[in-house]
């Protein structure tokens, strides 16, 4: 049982490159997140999917496009990376309802030059 | 809108004393509030929720967190600090609707000295 994971590990990218930050969990949750994590300011939703087939923008989703490719996977895409993308990325799951906890990936760990 | 805060960026210890990490917070309606710990270069781990029900709440490796309505709080405690409690530590909120989402507080480093 992995829980949740993320690939790749860590990546470079130049300005204007474009790449997909790849997310699955295996505890058949419904309900998967995008956050970025940047010193000093918590973790911020990028977005999330309720359900299978449902994406949704969360507070800060411009420069950002999601997937749900299935239940078990939630990709993030960045078309056209900038420099403020640099920052810790991190996917999560849950069960539906609102009173559950969410598990977390290890995180992916962007620089944009 | 919903907010969460943390006052203390950094909360200092000695190893064996009491710890608290404040947490206090603003949602419409009944919260629903949660305490994560995050170790370096590691994802978010769950600590401990609050639902409903009794004001204090029992989670993992000794911690504890109690929910007072009237101020607004669901600070992080621990009887007696190990120095592997050193972590950063995070509060989140999120309203009793199915579509709320959770709003996490700046975070708190916890420094638990031998």
């Known amino acids: 049982n992995a829980g949740v994971t993320q690939t790749p590990k860590f990546q470079v990218l130049k300005t204007g490159q474009s790449m997909t930050l790849q997310c699955a969990q295996d505890?058949?949750?419904?309900?998967m997140y995008w956050y970025r994590q940047d010193p000093g300011m918590g973790l911020r939703l990028i977005y999330y999917?309720?359900?299978?087939?449902?994406?949704d923008k969360g507070e800060v989703p411009n420069g950002y496009n999601v997937s749900r490719l299935n239940k078990r996977e939630f990709s993030l895409r960045l078309e056209s990376a900038a420099p403020s993308q640099t920052s810790v990325y991190f996917c999560?799951?849950?069960?539906?309802?609102?009173?559950?906890?969410?598990?977390f990936g290890p995180g992916t760990r962007l620089t944009v030059l | 809108a919903q907010s969460v805060a943390q006052p203390e960026d950094q909360v200092n210890v000695a190893e064996g004393n009491p710890l608290t990490v404040k947490c206090t917070y603003s949602?419409?309606?009944?919260?629903?509030l949660f305490w994560y710990v995050q170790y370096p270069n590691r994802g978010l781990q769950f600590l401990l929720k609050?639902?409903?029900?009794?004001?204090l709440v029992k989670g993992s490796y000794g911690f504890e967190a109690e929910f007072n309505k009237s101020q607004t709080s669901f600070h992080l405690k621990k009887p007696s600090a190990l120095v592997s409690d050193s972590a950063l530590y995070f509060c989140?909120?999120?309203?009793?609707?199915?579509?709320?989402?959770?709003?996490f507080g700046d975070g708190t480093t916890l420094t638990v000295k031998p």
């Open positions: 989140a909120v999120r309203p009793n609707t199915n579509a709320g989402k959770s709003t």
């Open positions: 999560a799951s849950s069960e539906s309802a609102p009173y559950n906890e969410q598990f």
């Open positions: 999917s309720a359900s299978e087939g449902t994406t």
């Open positions: 505890m058949n949750h419904n309900s």
């Open positions: 609050y639902i409903t029900g009794d004001n």
């Open positions: 949602v419409s309606g009944n919260p629903y």
